[in-house]
């Protein structure tokens, strides 16, 4: 199984357990509570416009989280993390065509 479709398979999981279709006791996650946006975005040398539009983000929200006037929902951080982590896997999971939408 290559990693875009890992990523697909852990979003697909993600989504059942969202909705209660998962047993709590076949998954552990950890979501921090804060998440660097500024030091993510800097480390992948993207300006604040090309982070928002690469990895589907407003502009407008990128740079509240920058500026530390709000701070990323669970999801957001999750999304963040895998960003932080895998970018060149989100990258082309989000741009490969013919992929069911979740």
Known sequence: MGEGSRILQGAREALAIARGEMPEKNY??????TVDVRRIR???QMTQAEFARVFGFK?????????????PEGPARAYLL??????DVVRRVLREPGQDCL
Do not use: C, F, G, Y
């Open 59 to 71: 502009l407008a929200t990128l740079r509240h989280w920058e500026q530390k006037s709000r701070n």
């Open 42 to 44: 800097e480390k992948l």
């Open 82 to 87: 895998v960003i932080d982590r895998e970018p």
């Open 28 to 33: 552990a996650v950890h979501i921090p509570e």
